[in-house]
């Protein structure tokens, strides 16, 4: 267990680290000159040169990147060419509305994909499983952008159910900040839901064919026994591997729900960041991104290993 | 004028047979249209008994195994008649059933690296049969799972209880397998090819630990194997099978000595000293037929072995031949019975 | 977008719960595998479907200017609903819907195939050289690999729209990276299996050069699994083609793809629904035909399945 946690840590932060150079490089390889960008178009030479030498821009590029690693480490990501504010800050600002994004769409793919794969593979064949599989296809093929779109229309606008757009601090009103952060919350869940559903339908397939459910019946304990305690707890530890890798497609997604419910958070920071060509922000939020999805996906896996006594126990077999 | 009174096991009248299964038929729903597994296999057992259901695979033996407890899954349908202790298995619901399983017929699989739960300990597998039908409490379930382990000979069972499957060896796993099996003291139990899956120093291990259970607590015994060696060392009686028909039926020592279906002659071909009978080396296969074993998509009027038999005539294929005594006690379904000259 | 790999399964041959299975004593001559697995897929009737609506899209695709301009402005016909000389409607700037849904799938087409193609060229020789060599090749590619999976998709796009400039060829340059790790994947997975293979050890023994091993032994044996991931890839790269486009960052207006139809008739919610509707419904058919074919190669192909 122990060399496995630290060869596991010692993976996540290498990928950190050749991540951190990619982000670093990527930004260098931004069109435009970034002391331009600092001192504003209509600088004169002289005080870009300046700006130049202050930021250390002349320095070679091994030296930048160590500085600029060790300034990110501090907290310190620069500011913005736009509006001039400290990114670490803007950033802190914006995260914990992506992260309710985040976690309240992860509750309605768990508690729509979890469930509606286990009926399905328990029930397969029948009308459960056929619906199923029919909501899992529709949802892995309907862009959730589209479903934003077509739910705002009708929720929203033809309805009139729920606010189309906007944004409300929890702590404000709860209420308030719930409405309008249900549909965006929906609109990202379904896509999750549909592939939780299917890895879900096709985990409990496995292990409910598997000799050691098989014995579980032969013990003569009830079905419930055999599908909550046996099947169900390997399918799930099959399925924790999977969550990780899908936050990448949950951050995806919140970069295009909150453009379309005009969302003040991460992923709008960003898109935002594209077009007014603030290179700071881009590069800001990239790296805290890309460590949140490896640290992410690091405590999914030491989740695992918990799980999973092959990983927790070693010692092989006499 | 008084008769002894003779102390014996617990169980039926010496006649009685605990476990009667007549004319068992399994048949299966597939992609490709029905298969049909079994077809009309009838065998008795009594108390302390071991009986060996032996072919080649693919001849029902398993599938046989698997109906008693209804352990088939839906696609299977199963007809005729299991009687445990003069209880239709096949006539009970899957609560019922449910309640026999594990208490007074319980079974041994083929797979010991596959067919215990990875992510539980050994007690805990165990445990959970006896809570589940002896209404044990956690503590006195895992001191019994200690017992269970010691009497399947487990080296330091208090240490093993508290280990996951993939610790052990497979070896092991077999017999925490039998442990689970007998913890609720079953009347019969039913094993399928329980060493197939082991090293030969380890088969006779578990073996041993069989026939002990039988001498000991008169564990009656289905044993579904492949391997002659292993009928020969354990078996009382042998219902041979083929494209799921019994062909042959005897007690041990009469099969070995004198088989009369050509298809059990050719099982026992190579097997040298065949006079002796039992002396068999352990480990040893059935001998090679030439010759598939037809896929069983129809159940013919006819005798199912007669592609492959040299002893064809046209009666064999013009009619279903009876399993019919040819000797005492022993039928054979064959119309040209007989042993190989 | 992360592929995880998917054991999706329909309708498998009814067995017994194990290995005591009914007797399936002659296996079929090898001839007849394609004819049989061809018949297996067709038993399917939704993946048949699957592959009208995807052959029904790709000649749209091919045949789209029988559908007329998609760029002839009519100011007097603007957000027309569906008429005779306008299947589909009109948008704000009168131009016919339906022409626009044509040329649309060519980009959507080309989108999902190329950036496949793109992450198939470069991710099958990584994973065959990682799995075949293991050691310190396997260890930088799985770094490698690794690396890239800790961009998700939208930040790496984003990322390269702004470094490359937002382009069609951009947009299949960035789906093709982030389809890139699972490619590497399956393949490494492949390779380590079949390596274990005797007809492998075999060829190794008889002194097969390395090449002729990996093109004649594995690679063949690694198809059935490269192409459903392939088939889950295009419809991911569809959808993240039309994503892209409509925040701006893929193809740019006045080319018609599906992604800025979305994004200009966002402004006309209220007054022209339906101009949200078609390249919506064209964007989900799209990747649902990929996703039952999919399905249908994955059931017909997946050995597992057949048991």
């Keep these: 267990m122990a060399s496995y946690l630290l060869r596991r840590v010692g993976t996540s932060a290498l990928v950190l680290l050749l991540a951190s150079i990619v982000v670093f490089v990527g930004v260098r390889a931004l069109p435009g000159d970034a002391a331009v960008a600092l001192a504003g178009e209509e600088s004169d030479p002289v005080a870009i040169e300046q700006i130049r030498e202050k930021y250390g821009l002349n320095d070679p590029v091994p030296v930048q990147y160590f500085r600029y690693l060790g300034n990110s480490l501090q907290g310190d990501l620069g500011f913005s060419t736009r509006t001039g504010l400290d ?232 | 004028m008084t008769t002894p009174v003779t102390v014996r096991a617990p169980q039926p009248s010496g006649d009685y047979p605990l476990l009667s299964v007549q004319d068992l038929r399994v048949r299966f729903a597939t992609e490709d249209g029905p298969v049909f597994a079994v077809n009309g296999v009838s065998f008795d057992l009594r108390a302390g008994e071991i009986i060996a259901l032996v072919g080649e695979s693919g001849c029902g033996k398993s599938v046989t195994a698997m109906a008693v407890p209804g352990l088939l899954a839906p696609t299977a349908t199963v007809t005729g008649r299991v009687l445990l202790a003069g209880r239709d298995l096949l006539e009970l619901t899957p609560k019922e059933l449910r309640a026999v399983r594990g208490k007074e017929i319980s079974f041994v699989f083929q797979e010991p690296m596959t067919s215990l739960n990875p992510a539980f300990t050994v007690g805990k597998q165990i445990r959970e049969v006896l809570q589940r039908h002896e209404g044990l409490s956690k503590k006195a379930a895992q001191a019994r799972a200690v017992e269970l382990l010691q009497l399947v000979r487990i080296p330091a069972p208090e240490r093993r209880v508290d280990e996951y499957p993939h610790q052990l060896s497979g070896g092991m796993r077999q017999r925490v397998m039998i442990a689970i099996a007998v913890a609720c003291g079953p009347k019969v139990l039913v094993a399928d090819e329980p060493t197939t899956a082991l090293d030969v120093t380890i088969q006779a291990g578990v073996l041993d630990i069989l026939r002990d259970l039988r001498d000991e607590l008169g564990t009656a015994i289905v044993l579904i194997t492949h391997d002659l060696g292993v009928v020969a060392d354990l078996a009382d009686r042998v219902v041979v099978m083929y494209a799921g028909r019994p062909v042959e039926q005897a007690e041990v020592h009469e099969l070995f000595a004198h088989p009369q279906h050509p298809y059990t002659n050719g099982l026992l071909g190579a097997v040298p000293h065949r006079e002796q009978g039992v002396e068999l080396v352990a480990g040893r296969r059935l001998a090679e037929i030439p010759g598939l074993v037809p896929a069983l998509r129809s159940d013919p009027d006819e005798c199912v072995f007669a592609p492959r038999c040299s002893r064809r005539t046209d009666v064999c294929t013009s009619r279903r031949p009876p399993l019919e005594p040819v000797r005492p006690g022993h039928p054979a379904a064959c119309f040209h019975p007989g042993e190989a000259s | 977008m992360t592929t995880a790999p998917d054991g999706e399964r329909g309708t498998t041959a009814a067995a017994p719960m194990s290995q005591p299975g009914p007797a399936m004593a002659v296996p079929p001559p090898r001839q007849r595998r394609s004819r049989r697995l061809l018949k297996r897929f ?68 080309q989108a999902g195939v190329m950036a496949t193609l793109l992450a198939m060229a470069v991710g099958v020789p990584l994973g065959l050289i990682a799995g075949y060599y293991r050691g310190w090749a396997d260890l930088v590619i799985s770094r490698f690999t690794d690396l890239l999976l800790a961009f998700p998709f939208l930040i790496l796009a984003v990322g390269l729209a702004a470094i490359l400039g937002p382009s069609l060829r951009n947009v299949v340059i960035a789906l093709g990276i982030s389809a890139l790790p699972s490619f590497i994947r399956v393949t490494r997975g492949e390779v380590l299996g079949l390596r274990e293979q005797d007809y492998v050890a075999g060829a190794v023994a008889d002194g097969a050069g390395d090449g002729r091993i990996l093109s004649r032994y594995v690679l063949p044996n690694a198809i059935s699994p490269l192409l459903v991931q392939a088939t889950v890839t295009v419809p991911e790269a569809i959808i993240g083609e039309s994503v892209l486009s409509f925040l701006g960052l893929g193809v740019q207006p006045p080319t018609p793809s599906w992604g800025t139809m979305l994004s200009a008739a966002q402004t006309f919610l209220t007054q022209a629904p339906l101009l949200a509707v078609w390249p919506g419904v064209a964007i989900a058919l799209a990747a649902l035909s990929f996703n039952l074919v999919g399905d249908g190669l994955r059931d017909t192909l997946d050995p597992k399945a057949t048991s």
């Design chain 1, 87 to 318: 990114v670490s800050e803007i950033i802190l600002d914006r995260l914990p509305v992506t992260l309710e994004l985040a976690l309240l769409s992860l509750l309605v793919g768990l508690l729509i994909g979890i469930p509606a794969g286990i009926l399905a593979a328990l029930r397969r064949g029948t009308w459960i499983d056929n619906t199923s599989n029919a909501f899992g296809l529709l949802g892995l093929s309907i862009p959730n952008f589209w479903l934003g779109l077509v739910l705002i229309l009708v929720v929203s606008v033809q309805a009139g159910l729920l606010p189309a757009s906007g944004y409300v601090p929890f702590f404000e009103s709860p209420v308030a900040n719930l409405e309008r952060m249900l549909l965006p919350a929906i609109v990202l869940g379904t896509g999750l839901s549909a592939v939780l559903m299917r890895q879900m339908r096709s985990a409990m397939l496995e292990t409910m064919s598997a000799d050691y459910v098989r014995t579980a019946r032969s013990k003569g304990l009830s079905e419930r026994q055999v599908v909550l305690v046996h099947a169900l707890r390997n399918s799930l530890v099959t399925v924790v591997t999977v969550l990780g890798l899908q936050l990448g497609a949950l951050i995806s997604g919140a970069v295009i729900t909150e453009q379309i419910f005009v969302i003040p958070g991460f992923g709008k920071l960003i898109v935002d960041g594209v077009f007014t060509r603030d290179y700071p922000v881009i590069q800001g939020v990239a790296l805290v991104t890309v460590c949140g999805y490896v640290l992410v996906n690091l405590l999914v896996d030491l989740t695992y290993s918990f799980l999973n006594p092959r990983i927790r126990v070693s010692g092989g077999a006499s």
């Design chain 3, 42 to 109: 067709f038993r399917r009737r939704l993946s048949v479907f699957g592959l009208v609506v995807l052959l029904l899209i790709l000649s749209l695709a091919v045949f789209a200017p029988l559908f007329g301009s998609p760029s002839r402005n009519d100011f007097g016909a603007v957000l027309l609903g569906p008429s005779a000389a306008h299947p589909l409607g009109t948008d704000d700037l009168g131009r016919d819907t339906l022409a626009r849904i044509a040329y649309g799938a060519r980009v959507s087409m």
